[in-house]
């Protein structure tokens, strides 16, 4: 989901998240709208932020938040921001993702909370119809961020496009590449330029929200996709370490799991967007 970033310095860490405050001590310092607790979240545009909108427009005021959105059009910011203290939270990663971010930045303390949906990753191509149209040396894009990697290559394992090491784990990589019978051309692309690069590749495993937010269900077709069940990729809610038990933070991540919102998503994305847990999660 993003190219690593470079590792945050631990001075301009403790700088930043230090005069901060968890948005329940802000509220009770007064500083929010009256009789509601201010929380900021990041998340990219599709589905996350329309979900947060969502929740801020239906149901937040009653339980008593006013959920501010950022969005992001990439997967490099909203980690460092919210380690920095800009944000209260995100919703855009998963916890593959989350790890992958915390083993290059060791100074950064984030928690993930917990699965609030899985975002088909599927395998789109401008051209072929079928993987079976998939010929010798042709060209696979795949997200170049260590996490969506080695989703995008366990999708063309499944495929029998390649096989990966016994050892690979979530975060696979071109090395663990153990054999390539077509002599497929993997092709690492930042994640949010799949869609637009599919004209200049002959098949490309994209993210779920990118491929909604570039309508590829009409504009490309759709030759696989990955297996749901026991997915580690769900998409959730992640804050610091130290707000991972603030109250306002619990409500947000118990209404993101109420059966409104999962009405919400099953109907607005109809089967690309899968709503995780249930009421009260």
Known sequence: MRTTLAIIGAAVLAATAAGCGSPSERAEEGGDKEGLTTITVGA??????????????????????????????????PNA?????????????????????????????????DDVHLEAFGLYSQDLEDV??????????????????????KLLEKEGLLELASDAGDNASESDIEDNPKD??????????????????????????????????????????ESTEDNPYGNGLVVRGEDAEDEAVATLNELLHGDEVKEYMEQQWKGVVIPLGGEGK
Not at 88 to 111: E, G, H, I, M
Not at 133 to 146: C, L, M, R, T
Request: aromatic share 8%; no cysteine; net charge negative.
């Open 184 to 225: 497929l051309e993997i092709v690492p692309t930042e994640a949010a330029q799949l869609p637009r690069s599919l004209q200049d590749l002959d098949a490309a495993a994209v993210n779920g929200n990118y491929a909604i937010e570039a309508d590829l269900a009409t504009e490309a077709n759709a030759l696989a996709w």
């Open 44 to 77: 990219t545009p599709v589905p996350h932020a329309d979900v947060l909108k969502y929740v801020q427009e239906n149901l937040a005021a009653d339980a008593g938040l006013d959920i501010k959105v950022e969005e992001f059009t990439d997967y490099n910011q």
């Open 132 to 153: 079976a149209d998939i010929e010798d040396g042709a060209k696979i894009g795949v997200p170049s961020d260590a996490a969506n990697m080695g989703r995008a290559l």
């Open 81 to 113: 921001a919210l380690t920095e203290g800009s944000l209260d939270a995100n919703y855009f990663q998963t916890r593959p993702f989350l790890d992958d971010f915390l083993a290059n930045n060791s100074d950064a303390d984030l928690v993930y909370l």
